[in-house]
């Protein structure tokens, strides 16, 4: 006798199961994929922003780690599994990033992805030396290589340079240059006419000695004019910073007032005692003075001197340049 055969669950039972089962596997999938979506997008963990270097080299796995040491990052195996699943976890680039505050997963990645940078600023002040230049360069935090040749004097175009961690110094130092070629080849091309310059680089001469001259920006092409009227008379400059440019090379600032021997030193560079422009730039000038040479002023005064009030009195003859000289000299109690 056979044994008796088990009973088969009716097809619409096994169906009813299969259903069952397939729709707690995809409410279960819903429901993870929902959790896992909201900690993708829920805040991050700081208050504040943070900056965060993610150094060259460096893979998905060690990335999370400096971004939860920074913290900025609670769940370091949910950023994995996000920049795989999305592809973008061998994109993520190196860097110095600004962290914004309670930035999310998906922003994080986004941010690494593009290689938005933190933007570093550094700014060259109107009228610094060659020498200048290179110490601050040499100081600057988070620019990095040796500076291999100091600039020419007069090369470099005073303003606010933006760069990222890790740039090499000489980089910045030839976007300098380019910008003061660029600039000087614009402001050149666009000179008033009949100006007593052969050359772009005598108006960046011209223009390093204005810049030394005043600070006050109205009487740049005031000061230009005079010393273009000196230059179309064969009259000498004498500007007291071609002085002390021949005295220091630009490194350091003269920490004293310039001497009668000072004056009568023998110097190309000392418009005293030289004809004409000195041999070269003594300064960086920065774009306004540069304008200032290419479109002075129109006058025919000659001379100018301090006037106690941090510019300068001017004038077209000697007498009167003398009168300034006197009350100049009896506000600011000095005798040479």
Request: charged share 20%; proline share 7%.
């Amino acid at each position: 006798m056979n044994p008796p055969k088990p009973a088969r669950r009716p097809f619409h039972s096994v169906l009813f199961l299969g259903l069952a089962v397939l729709t707690v596997a995809v409410v279960a999938t819903a429901a993870l994929g929902w959790t896992l979506g909201r900690l993708y997008e829920q805040p991050g963990p700081h208050r504040e922003a943070r900056t965060v270097l993610i150094p060259p080299g460096a893979g998905p796995t060690r990335i999370a780690q400096i971004l939860v040491d920074a913290g900025v990052l609670q769940r370091p195996w949910l950023f994995q599994a996000a920049g795989r699943l999305s592809g973008s976890a061998k994109r993520l680039k190196a860097g110095e990033y600004l962290i914004p505050a309670a930035l999310n997963m998906h922003g994080l990645l986004d941010l690494l992805v593009e290689g938005r940078t933190l933007q570093r600023r550094l700014t060259l002040p109107e009228g610094a030396t060659a020498v200048e230049a290179w110490r601050m360069l040499a100081a600057t935090e988070g620019l990095e290589g040796a500076l291999l040749t100091r600039p020419a004097e007069g090369t470099l175009l005073p303003e606010t340079y933006f760069f990222s961690y890790g740039d090499r110094r000489m980089a910045v130092i030839e976007r300098m240059q380019e910008a003061m070629r660029e600039t000087v080849a614009r402001v050149w091309q666009d000179r008033a006419e009949g100006l007593p310059l052969r050359s772009p680089e005598e108006m960046v001469v011209l223009a390093s000695i204005v810049e030394k001259e005043t600070s006050v920006e109205e009487e740049r092409p005031r000061v230009a004019a005079v010393f273009l009227n000196r230059l179309r008379r064969g009259m000498r400059l004498q500007a007291d910073p071609t002085v002390v440019y021949a005295l220091t090379g630009g490194d350091p600032t003269l920490a004293r007032p310039l001497t009668r021997a000072d004056l009568g030193m023998a110097s190309r560079y000392n418009t005293y005692v030289s004809d004409g422009l000195p041999p070269g730039p003594i300064a960086n000038p920065g774009r306004m003075s540069l304008l200032a040479v290419a479109r002075p002023m129109q006058s025919d005064e000659l001379y100018f001197v301090a006037n106690g009030q941090g510019g300068h009195a001017f004038a077209r003859t000697l007498e009167e340049h003398q009168r300034n000289v006197a009350r100049w000299r009896a506000t600011s109690g000095r005798v040479d």
